[in-house]
């Protein structure tokens, strides 16, 4: 009986451990994949941010793109990271330049956002990254117009700039409202540096309200939870979406991430951009 549970618990780390790498495997296409292949292709089109861009612990949206039809002769690349806040992206910059290139999509801040809920927010990123400072809309707001000051100055690229996610649905709470605030910071400083604005905290509110929901959830900060959505999108067959609807949510899947119902919007706003005469 001893051994068996060896064994049991020997597998279940073991499978474990499968999830987490399907979860963080870096994306092939990345920034430093980009440069060291040296693509003809054109135009090249990198996508900066967080695990939504990553799109491993939620929906692709980045590699939907990537398979459009009509970019079948661009070089899209992706360069998400989970766990990421505006300061890890102002590191990538260096290879950024440069690769140079045509477009640069930008969704950054919900980590920093989260960041600013709670010390026990905080701490998970301070040990994570090794943060010394603490995250403020102040950080975020210098830190998001020297990342767009540094890509207008430095390359040719057009710059598109994503508000924000919701942080969970339910309007009235704290994490909403923080998800909110970091949006209008977002738009102010797009606005101020002359960047494509696109909407998509406000597209995903104005969602919620349409849909008339019986009930909205909010985020409630659960980590664990997190990892079993995870751990159930790669061990079963069921969707992002199944999984959004499972946990009681619209637009997301865990509180944070988008679902497809929500990254479809998002990936859409993207093709405006990129395909602007077509949908």
Not at 42 to 47: L, S
Not at 228 to 245: A, F, P, Q, V
Request: glycine share 6%.
């Amino acid at each position: 009986m001893k051994h068996l549970s060896k064994l049991w618990l020997l597998g279940f780390l073991i499978f474990e451990s499968c999830v987490i790498f399907q979860a963080t495997k870096v994306p092939a296409n990345n920034l430093k994949t980009a440069l060291e292949t040296n693509s003809t292709k054109t135009p090249k089109i990198v996508f900066l941010g967080d695990s939504i861009t990553h799109g491993r612990v939620s929906y692709d949206y980045v590699g939907s793109i990537a398979k459009h039809p009509s970019l079948a002769d661009s070089q899209v690349i992706n360069e998400g990271i989970n766990s990421r806040l505006t300061v890890q992206i102002l590191e990538q910059l260096e290879n950024l330049k440069k690769l140079n290139p045509d477009y640069v999509f930008l969704l950054i801040g919900t980590n920093d956002l989260k960041a600013t809920l709670t010390k026990e927010e905080y701490d998970r990123y301070a040990g994570l990254w090794k943060l010394k400072e603490p995250v403020t809309e102040e950080s975020f707001t210098n830190n998001l117009t020297k990342i767009i000051q540094t890509i207008q100055k430095e390359t040719k690229a057009k710059i598109i700039i994503f508000s924000p996610p919701v942080l969970g649905e339910d309007p009235t709470s704290i994490p909403f409202q923080r998800s909110k605030r970091f949006a209008e910071l977002t738009k102010q400083i797009s606005t101020k540096e002359k960047t494509t604005y696109k909407p998509l905290h406000e597209t995903l509110s104005q969602g919620l309200d349409e849909a008339k929901l019986s009930s909205r959830k909010p985020y409630v900060q659960n980590t664990w939870g997190m990892y079993l959505t995870i751990l159930k999108y790669y061990s079963t067959t069921s969707s992002w979406d199944d999984l959004g609807d499972s946990n009681g949510y619209y637009y997301l899947t865990d509180g944070i991430h988008l679902n497809a119902r929500g990254g479809k919007i998002l990936e859409g706003m993207a093709l405006e951009e990129i395909l602007p005469n077509k949908k």
